[in-house]
């Protein structure tokens, strides 16, 4: 039988509502869980809410996320047992009769399968939502192939720039700098070389610098032209935003032999992306704490989307789901 559930859904563009949904039972390789925090991934949703995404599946109405901690309720009879109780992170699910995916993860329960949750161990629950961006910035930088003879360039220090940043200096790269013109996102950047382009040019900043490896991460095309000057021979671009189109002009690639590199989200497995992002939280080596900019509660969820699309100073908004009583018995 079908659990009823809170979940935020987007049935037409530009609207955001609070509905009852129905998720489907477990089954026998699946976990169940009762939602604590969500987040909002400004590029993806902004995309989806505008009725750009580019994907046939996603059609409204849609239950949008793929940030989603929560503890495990109820466990299938071939999944881990073990797993009941537990914190984990999951990346969205498929488990809606009536709306759609997009992907799924802001939902007061969610019915995923097993082997997809990721146990958060001794982090805290909160700070689980960074997890699918944390991953997808390691995921990129693992494409990009980052050397300990390489200068780093991240346009753009919203969340998926400031963890890029910090990974591309655990990896060992040279020099790493960061460029952005929000001053509250600067103020909390991890890089050896932080440029407000407000007040300095990157050709002012990186003089004759040669820039191994330009990330990407404000999702304009625009910002990433203007860097490409910049680029050493045999230089590597990583494509880390969104993007409706990819429009770059072609000679300053072409004369520097550059490689244009895209990576999807993240790999999975026991030993994928997200746990790897997980024990760097747990061990101090990736720093998140700061970059949990707001908490809105869950029945402000409009008030959480304004912030996370339209404010610059949020970098990552927690949405707190209520724990006093569930929609349902479970």
């Not at 699946?30 to 987040?39: I, K, P």
């Amino acid at each position: 039988m079908p659990i009823k559930s809170r979940a935020v859904v987007i049935p037409r563009r530009n609207t955001i509502e609070l509905r009852t949904v129905q998720v489907l039972e477990p089954q026998a390789g699946d976990v169940l869980l009762r939602t604590a925090f969500t987040s909002i991934s400004a590029g993806t949703e902004r995309m989806l809410l505008d009725g750009r995404m580019p994907h046939p599946a996603l059609l409204f109405p849609v239950v949008p996320g793929y940030e989603t901690v929560g503890q495990v309720v109820k466990v299938g009879a071939k999944a881990p047992q073990e797993l009941l109780g537990q914190w984990v992170y999951v990346g969205g699910a498929r488990c809606f009769r009536g709306v759609n995916p997009a992907w799924g993860g802001q939902s007061e329960y969610i019915s995923a399968e097993a082997d997809r949750v990721v146990p958060l161990g001794s982090i805290d629950p909160a700070t689980g939502v960074v997890l699918a961006l944390a991953a997808t910035a390691l995921h990129g930088l693992n494409v990009a192939q980052i050397r300990k003879t390489d200068r780093v360039l991240v346009l753009g220090q919203g969340i998926v720039g400031q963890l890029a940043a910090r990974l591309a200096r655990i990896q060992g790269a040279q020099h790493v700098a960061v460029a952005d013109r929000v001053g509250v996102r600067l103020a909390v950047a991890e890089a050896d070389q932080v440029i407000d382009i407000t007040r300095e040019s990157l050709d002012e900043a990186l003089g004759e610098a040669n820039i191994n490896v330009i990330i990407e991460a404000t999702g304009s095309m625009p910002a990433l032209v203007g860097a490409l000057p910049l680029l050493a021979n045999h230089g590597r671009v990583l494509l880390l935003g969104y993007y409706d189109h990819i429009n770059i002009p072609y000679a300053p690639v072409f004369m520097r032999e550059a490689q244009i590199l895209v990576a999807r989200e993240w790999q999975f497995g026991a030993d994928g992306d997200l746990p790897r992002v997980r024990d760097m939280i747990a061990s101090g080596d990736l720093h998140v704490s700061g970059l949990l900019t707001h908490r809105v509660p869950l029945d402000r969820i409009q008030a959480a989307y304004r912030l996370a699309l339209e404010d610059p100073s949020c970098l990552k908004v927690v949405v707190e789901w209520p724990q006093d009583e569930a929609t349902s018995e479970v």
